[in-house]
C-alpha cells in the first residue's frame, strides 16, 4: 500500500513573498532622500573674504648656548 506525503516538494504557493517589494521600496526611499533638496537652503552665510595681503616670513631658530664655565651666548 503506498502512503500519500502531505509535504510534497511541487505544492503550490498559498503566499507571497514580500521580501523583494520590501527591498525595492527601502531602495526607492533611499533614492528620493538623496535626490530631494533640502527645504532651508536660503540660509545666508557670513563667509570670510581671502586678502591680498604678504606673509610674514617665519621666525628664524634661537639658539641659547650654555659653556662649561657657565657662560649663556644668546644666538652664536
Do not use: Q, W, Y
Request: proline share 9%.
Amino acid at each position: 500500500m503506498r502512503r500519500k506525503c502531505s509535504n510534497s516538494p511541487h505544492r503550490s504557493l498559498s503566499e507571497i513573498n514580500i521580501t523583494p517589494l520590501l527591498d525595492l521600496g527601502f531602495v526607492l526611499l533611499v533614492i528620493f532622500i538623496i535626490t530631494t533638496a533640502p527645504i532651508a537652503n536660503d540660509a545666508k552665510l557670513d563667509l570670510p573674504r581671502a586678502s591680498k595681503s604678504i606673509r610674514e616670513p617665519p621666525p628664524k631658530a634661537v639658539s641659547v648656548t650654555v659653556d662649561s664655565v657657565g657662560n649663556v651666548s644668546l644666538n652664536s
